[in-house]
Each structure stands twice: as C-alpha cells, then as structure tokens.
T-cell receptor
C-alpha cells in the first residue's frame, strides 16, 4: 500500500513550451501532496503543497505562474512547468502523506526534466 | 523555521562494516524523524522513522537513535552490503496534520566497497 506514481519519468522539451507532470496515489486518497525540486547532488527543496480542491501553497521564491499546480482529485496532482527554460531543467519529485494519519511521506519515482 | 544538518556528506566503508550518519535539528517542537534512501535517478524511499517518544528503533540491519535533549538523531547500518550504496537523507517534521512538511538534511553519499 501507499504507492505514489509519477509520470513521466523523463521528459525533454524545447524552450518556451510547457510540460505537465502527474503524481498519482495508486491505492489511497491523498488530500495533500507535496512537490519538490532536486538539483544534482543536492537535497530536496520543497516547492509547494498541493491541496485537493483548493489552491496550492507555494514556498517563498517559487513562482506561482511558472509552476502551476492542480489537485483536482484525491488521487491526482499535476505540476505544469510553463514557458520552460533551460534553468528549469531539474529532477522533480512529488510525495503524499500516509493515508492513515501517520506522519510518513511516500515519494514518487521522480521526473527528470531537460529543457533544450 | 526548522533547520536540519547532516554529517558526513560522504561516507565510504568496506562491506561488512557499520555506517553511521548523524543529524541535528533546531526546532524543539519537531517530533517525527524519518530517514530516506535515494538511489540514482529515483525518488527517496522511506527506510525507517522514529517519533520523539521513542529513543531507539531497529529494523534488521538498520537502527535509528534519537536524543531529544541534544536534538540529535542518527542512522546506524550494520553489516553493510554493496546494495546499501546510495544517498541517505534525514528529515524532521512536526507531526500534526497531513499538511505538516518535512525539512531535509543535505544528504550523505554512502559507498560500500566490496
């Protein structure tokens, strides 16, 4: 149980285009999901907290219009990188909290985004 | 806010030896401390966690200890194997609602040499 699936695992896009990354909780409902960005050999940086049925909460310094988050259902949150630029290239990871109220967080496989 | 420091940043051991990774946290209100293992190109995988009402927890070759007074917690891996090679992250959070978020350490690259 508590499996989080992220898609795609890798994506290459051209500068100026938009890319959507999906995060699904496969066997449980997640009212809250988290989106992280990770640079090479660095730790995970929280970008935003995705709340089902309401607006996402963004961390300081993260552009809301650049990184659009939608959490339209209890099993799906999406991150759209709009007008992507090479500096947006990174490893993006989502997570969801344990469905049984415990504080554990489970992570997706991550998405390697390369903007050329 | 919470600040988590992790040491060492790299650790190389011989197969069969033990490995210890240490973390400190700043917020005394933090009460949940998980450890994650991340292999190259993959998402972090929860390997063990501990709550502040417990001083030690063990799961086969992995153990975690917590010193609330000193705000230290450590990961201990015994009888290391090459497949233990990965980046390990400690984290801290305040266990309240599903919205509470994790603050991560900077990670430790563990290499187990056969």
């Amino acid at each position: 149980g508590a499996v989080v699936s992220q898609h795609p695992s890798r994506v290459i896009c051209k500068s100026g285009t938009s890319v959507k990354i999906e995060c699904r909780s496969l066997d449980f409902q997640a009212t809250t999901m988290f989106w992280y960005r990770q640079f090479p050999k660095k730790s995970l940086m929280l970008m935003a907290t995705s709340n089902e049925g309401s607006k996402a909460t963004y961390e300081q310094g993260v552009e809301k219009d650049k990184f659009l988050i939608n959490h339209a259902s209890l099993t799906l949150s999406t991150l759209t990188v709009t007008s992507a630029h090479p500096e947006d290239s990174s490893f993006y990871i989502c997570s969801a909290r344990d469905p049984y109220g415990r504080p554990r967080a489970f992570f997706g496989q991550g998405t390697r985004l390369t903007v050329v | 806010g919470e600040n988590v420091e992790q040491h060492p940043s790299t650790l190389s051991v011989q197969e069969g030896d033990s490995a210890v990774i240490k973390c400190t946290y700043s917020d005394s209100a933090s009460n949940y401390f998980p450890w994650y293992k991340q292999e190259l190109g993959k998402g972090p995988q929860l390997i063990i966690d501990i709550r502040s009402n417990v001083g030690e927890k063990k799961d086969q070759r992995i153990a975690v200890t917590l010193n609330k007074t000193a705000k230290h917690f450590s990961l201990h891996i015994t009888e290391t194997q090459p497949e233990d090679s990965a980046v390990y992250f400690c984290a801290a959070s305040i266990e309240e609602t599903s919205g509470s978020r994790l603050t991560f350490g900077e990670g430790t690259q563990l290499t187990v040499n056969p």
